[in-house]
T-cell receptor
Framework: GEEVAQTPKHLVRGEGQKAKLYCAPI?????VFWYQQVLKNEFKFLISFQNENVFDETGMPKERFSAKCLPNSPCSLEIQATKLEDSAVYFC????????????FGSGTQLSVL | DAKTTQPPSMDCAEGRAANLPCNHS???????VYWYRQIHSQGPQYIIH???NNETNEMASLIITEDRKSSTLILPHATLRDTAVYYC???????????FGAGTRLTVKP
């Protein structure tokens, strides 16, 4: 597609439940990035992929967070046993290649943990 | 990547030029200056980028000082729809991610 598609737009989970977010990058883009934005503050980089391979996961919390980009499937970000502090908007972005100056962002998934 | 400093907020009158400053005094020779903006709660949108020469596109102009320690994003004729948070980022071109700071909240007023 011509835009980064993120689903769902909103996700509500009780503390301790699992949350799974999806991202379909722009067709032809090799790189996918996940960011977390808490309460409209700064973005926190989580992880990036080059096709289905993890490229940089230095921002991923060691526990509970995992992500995948499998061939012919949307990328996913999964949070096991959600906590209140996981409440945030999670943005996915894609770019054509590593040197691209443009990241194209999706409209985000608002995760609310109650 | 080098850290950037931006004012937290600015106002601009509709139809006037909006000049958004950014300090990046520790920028390295191979780091580019990028600008993105986030309108309301949408995903960030790319605006412009440059290395050392001034750049202009259909959205904005980017002025980078000769020592590259600061830059200014110029929106020549601001409209109400330009109200957004503007992020200045410095990044090595082949780095794989953008590290966003707090940005400048620009409010365009009628």
């Amino acid at each position: 597609g011509e835009e980064v598609a993120q689903t769902p737009k909103h996700l509500v989970r009780g503390e301790g439940q699992k949350a799974k977010l999806y991202c379909a990058p722009i067709k032809g883009h090799s790189y996918v990035f996940w960011y977390q934005q808490v309460l409209k503050n700064e973005f926190k980089f989580l992880i990036s992929f080059q096709n289905e391979n993890v490229f940089d996961e230095t921002g991923m919390p060691k526990e509970r967070f995992s992500a995948k980009c499998l061939p012919n499937s949307p990328c996913s970000l999964e949070i096991q046993a959600t906590k209140l502090e996981d409440s945030a908007v999670y943005f996915c972005a894609s770019s054509y290649d590593r040197g691209s100056e443009k990241l194209f962002f999706g409209s985000g998934t608002q995760l609310s943990v109650l | 990547d080098a850290k950037t400093t931006q004012p937290p907020s600015m106002d601009c009158a509709e139809g006037r030029a909006a000049n958004l400053p950014c300090n990046h005094s520790t920028i390295s020779g191979n780091e580019y200056v990028y600008w993105y903006r986030q309108i309301h709660s949408q995903g960030p949108q790319y605006i412009i980028h440059g290395l050392k020469n001034n750049e202009t596109n259909e959205m904005a102009s980017l002025i980078i000082t000769e020592d590259r320690k600061s830059s200014t994003l110029i929106l020549p004729h601001a409209t109400l729809r330009d109200t957004a948070v503007y992020y200045c980022i410095v990044r090595v071109r082949n780095n794989n991610d953008m590290r966003f700071g707090a940005g400048t909240r620009l409010t365009v007023k009628p």
